[in-house]
């Protein structure tokens, strides 16, 4: 049951003048080491559904840089200027359909519908061609199901058995792609020993191959480590100040961001702070974080602050403990920032 194959083989099946369907919204959510694989096959004069054309050098961007593309079928190229000037050149023939009927047609291919009614588009220049159904007296317009020869998916976690669960804008039509082609492949950022069956999202079954991605940067971690000094101490007794435990989270929350986005960013704020035990001058601390969500330019973060060496001013001076257990003195999770104009590592 283990599915997991390389991107190489996840698109060994790609020929010019396939249907491919490719999920997420402008890069996020999108299977870009399964898009890359794509380029070096050569196939072209594809017929590609998906939501947007991305950036021209981002995801779903690098098929229409890459001119394979002949037929698209999308909400909105606006982002991608290479798709607009192919468009006016007669290189690329597009049908623009609005984000709900696009969404819709592919749920209807998915699930062996004949097509959607919907007023969207009746009496503009989306109607022309189609036909109209009344309905109780309201016209619609009957938009046909949508159906490709592969999808390629982006998730965020999978069992090896396929099962797929996506987090925050990442499930932007990936699901609904997942179930509407004759073969799927999932892009996973990692794969877990298990899934609770309520979390998942993509049932196996509809999955026949699964590729570890680029790291999303979700579950990466970072430690420091610091010796609490005389003038981190504030108070009597040598009780060192609780901002000092913060001031560990932010270099610890720098280093992932560096490691991650090859940026510093912003750290926006808290929304949680426990200080669960006393620190005092001469203790050791080690502080760690996880990232553990990851938006467009958020990046959601978990801290916690361990003391690993006890300061025995009542033994000496300069006596001291190693832990055989740690002892947990702070917790705290919060947000960070890093414009998308900074981001230089691949997400």
């Not at 080690?286 to 006890?310: L, P």
Request: with cysteine.
């Amino acid at each position: 049951m283990n599915k997991v194959i390389s991107a190489e083989e996840a698109v060994a099946g790609a020929r010019d003048g396939m249907t491919l369907m490719i999920g997420g919204f402008l890069g996020n959510g999108t299977p870009e080491k399964i898009v890359d694989a794509l380029l070096a096959t050569g196939a072209k004069e594809l017929t590609l559904i998906c939501n947007d054309t991305g950036f021209p050098d981002k995801g779903i961007g690098k098929l229409i840089a890459g001119r394979r593309v002949k037929k698209l079928y999308a909400s909105h190229i606006g982002t991608n200027p290479l798709a607009g000037e192919q468009l006016n050149a007669g290189e690329i023939e597009i049908e623009f359909c609005p984000q709900g009927t696009l969404a819709e047609r592919v749920r209807a291919g998915g699930n062996g519908l004949g097509g959607v009614l919907t007023p969207t588009g009746v009496g503009t220049m989306v109607a022309e061609g189609k036909q109209i159904v009344a309905v109780g007296g309201r016209e619609y317009l009957l938009e046909t199901p949508l159906r490709a020869d592969m999808a390629f998916v982006r998730a965020s976690a999978a069992d090896r058995r396929g099962n797929l669960v996506y987090r925050g804008t990442s499930e932007n039509f990936n699901p609904l792609m997942a179930t509407a082609a004759d073969r799927v492949i999932a892009e996973v950022g990692e794969i877990v020993a298990g899934i609770a069956p309520e979390q998942v999202k993509t049932p196996g079954a509809l999955v026949d191959g699964l590729v570890i991605g680029n790291a999303s940067g979700v579950g990466m971690t970072a430690t420091v480590r610091s010796r609490m000094s005389a003038h981190d101490a504030h108070y009597g007794g040598e009780l060192v100040d609780g901002a000092r435990m913060l001031q560990l989270f932010g270099d610890v929350a720098t280093e992932l961001l560096i490691r991650r986005d090859g940026d510093e960013g912003l750290f926006a704020g808290y929304d949680k702070v426990e200080f669960l035990a006393p620190v005092y001058a001469g203790d050791y601390i080690e502080a760690t974080g996880r990232i553990a969500r990851v938006g467009n330019s958020s990046r959601r973060m978990v801290f916690e602050a361990r003391k690993v060496i006890r300061a025995r001013t009542d033994v000496s001076a300069s006596a001291a403990d190693a832990l055989e257990e740690p002892v947990v003195v702070c917790r705290a999770s919060g947000a960070c920032v890093v414009p998308v104009s900074c981001q230089r590592k691949t997400r």
